[in-house]
């Protein structure tokens, strides 16, 4: 989802899979998911999401603690950093990943 949706188009797009579900969004810092979060709660509660929330500090942060990540394929020790620049957030090197299975980690297994 981009980070720049209304809250009409979001419910256009996911209403009828919200109720009853918990919506997490997350981007690389935190920054914009938790500006999302607040432009779509209302719509979403409405629609019958039981919550909406955005992850504090971003997937970057939720990697470097070492908490579980699931990928296309299942649980995952990787992030996608997006760019080298944006790479320098992630404390936890190992797990940078720019295209899946790519990264130290995945190789060692």
């Known amino acids: 989802v981009e980070p720049t949706i209304s809250a009409t188009q979001f419910t256009d797009a996911f209403g009828a899979n919200?109720?009853?579900?918990?919506?997490?969004?997350?981007?690389?810092?935190?920054?914009?998911?938790?500006?999302?979060?607040?432009?779509i709660k209302k719509v979403a509660m409405e629609a019958g999401a039981d919550g909406v929330y955005s992850i504090q500090g971003g997937i970057f942060r939720w990697h470097n603690e070492r908490r579980?990540?699931?990928?296309?394929v299942g649980a995952t020790d990787e992030v996608h950093p997006f760019s080298a620049r944006a790479a320098r957030l992630i404390e936890r090197q190992e797990g940078v990943a720019y295209e899946p299975g790519s990264s130290k980690s995945a190789k060692a297994d």
């Open 18 to 39: 919200l109720k009853g579900r918990k919506v997490v969004i997350y981007c690389a810092v935190g920054g914009r998911s938790s500006e999302l979060a607040n432009r």
């Open 68 to 72: 579980p990540l699931v990928g296309p």
